[in-house]
Nanobody, 127 residues
């Protein structure tokens, strides 16, 4: 069965760090683009970052640039999201997702391009 599983969420104080993991099963991550999205209560889901395993190209949403880092370990079939200097507004459910085609610039965060989604992991940042 093809699926993604996120982990690593939790409660952290503002300024703290978390590392999220997204593990694939039933397929490998080679030549895919893997994205992280988040959804805060009452808000639409938004793209956070993505990485192309074809060439390592990464994209980040402006609010997380310089604080979050996305990386992939293809041997472990895992994509990570290292989140530093966390802010209260980073709180939400974080999802990973896979798209078969490399992004073309700003379309990296188009949700309809992503075909496989995980169930999400909760991140709560307290003030």
């Amino acid at each position: 069965q093809v699926q993604l599983a996120e982990s690593g969420g939790g409660l952290v104080q503002s300024g703290g760090s978390l590392r999220l993991s997204c593990v694939a099963s039933g397929f490998t991550l080679d030549y895919y683009t893997i994205g992280w999205f988040r959804q805060a209560p009452g808000k639409e889901r938004e793209g956070v970052a993505c990485i192309s395993t074809s060439d390592g190209t990464t994209y980040y949403a402006d609010p997380v640039k310089g604080r979050f880092t996305i990386s992939a370990d293809l041997e472990k079939i895992t994509v990570y999201l290292q989140m530093n200097s966390l802010k209260v507004e980073d709180s939400g459910v974080y999802y990973c997702a896979v798209r078969p085609r490399d992004p073309r610039g700003s379309d990296w965060s188009r949700e309809d391009e992503y075909t496989i989604w995980g169930q999400g992991t909760q991140v709560t940042v307290s003030s």
